[in-house]
Antibody
Framework: EVQLVESGGGLVQPGGSLTLSCEAS????????MTWVRQAPGKGLEWVAN????????YCVDSVKGRFTISRDNAKNSLYLQMTSLRAEDTAVYYC????????????WGQGTLVTVSS | QTVVTQEPSLTVSPGGTVTLTCASS?????????PNWFQQKPGQAPRALIY???NKHSWTPARFSGSLLGGKAALTLSGVQPEDEAEYFC???????????FGGGTKLTVL
C-alpha cells in the first residue's frame, strides 16, 4: 500500500525557517517524480515544487523561488521541503504527493502537515 | 503568468450529467497541457481522478471522464451520485517558470 507521511509542520514566526519531511513507503520511491502542493486555509490548491527521481532537477513556483528548496534522499525514501524567510502568506497545509508515469501528477497524496506563519 | 480558470460552482441533480471546464489565460488548452483532475472533500486530502487529459487512475469511477472541449479541458460526470459532491481542481502543465498551475476549483453540489 502506497503511504506518504508528512511531518515537520508547526507555528513559526515571520522570517523564520522550517523543514518539512515526507516519508514514503509501498512503492519504488527512487523511480518517481515527487511533488509538494499547498493549500491555504479555505483556499484552493497551489502547486509548489517538484523534483526528478534522481534529484538532478527541481522546479518551483515563482512565489517561493529563492526561499524554498525541494530535495530528496532516495536511500531513506524521503522527500523534503526546506522553507526559509517564511511569510504569513505561506500559511497552509503542505501535501507531499507522488507522481506517476504518463504525466500523472500527484497520483497519491499524504495527509498533509499544517504550517502557520504568525507572530 | 498563466491563470487557470474553472467555474466557481455548479449544481447537478442525482443521476444527472455535468461538465466542469478548465481554461488557460494563454489560449486554448491542448493535450500538451497534460490536464489532470482532482477531487477534494471537506477535511480530506485531494484524490487524483484523471491524468493527461483522458486517462483514468485504477481507482477512478467509470462515471468520470476527461476530454478537451471548445479549447478547454473538461471533466464530465455521468450519472452523478450524492457522494460526488466535492470540490474539483484541474491542473495544467504551463512549462517555463510556472511549470504546473492549478485552477481555482469548482464546488459541485448534488441537489
Amino acid at each position: 500500500e502506497v503511504q506518504l507521511v508528512e511531518s515537520g509542520g508547526g507555528l513559526v514566526q515571520p522570517g523564520g525557517s522550517l523543514t518539512l519531511s515526507c516519508e514514503a513507503s509501498g512503492f519504488t520511491f527512487s523511480a518517481n517524480w515527487m511533488t509538494w502542493v499547498r493549500q491555504a486555509p479555505g483556499k484552493g490548491l497551489e502547486w509548489v515544487a517538484n523534483i526528478k527521481p534522481d534529484g538532478s532537477g527541481t522546479y518551483c513556483v515563482d512565489s517561493v523561488k529563492g526561499r524554498f528548496t525541494i530535495s530528496r534522499d532516495n536511500a531513506k525514501n524521503s522527500l523534503y521541503l526546506q522553507m526559509t524567510s517564511l511569510r504569513a502568506e505561506d500559511t497552509a497545509v503542505y501535501y507531499c504527493a507522488r507522481d506517476q508515469t504518463g504525466w500523472a501528477v500527484a497520483a497519491g497524496w499524504g495527509q498533509g502537515t499544517l504550517v502557520t506563519v504568525s507572530s | 503568468q498563466t491563470v487557470v480558470t474553472q467555474e466557481p460552482s455548479l449544481t447537478v441533480s442525482p443521476g444527472g450529467t455535468v461538465t466542469l471546464t478548465c481554461a488557460s489565460s494563454t489560449g486554448p488548452v491542448t493535450s500538451g497541457y497534460y490536464p489532470n483532475w482532482f477531487q477534494q472533500k471537506p477535511g480530506q486530502a485531494p484524490r487524483a481522478l484523471i491524468y493527461s487529459t483522458t486517462n483514468k487512475h485504477s481507482w477512478t469511477p467509470a462515471r468520470f471522464s476527461g476530454s478537451l472541449l471548445g479549447g478547454k479541458a473538461a471533466l464530465t460526470l455521468s450519472g452523478v451520485q450524492p457522494e460526488d459532491e466535492a470540490e474539483y481542481f484541474c491542473l495544467l502543465y504551463c512549462g517555463g517558470y510556472q511549470h504546473w498551475v492549478f485552477g481555482g476549483g469548482t464546488k459541485l453540489t448534488v441537489l
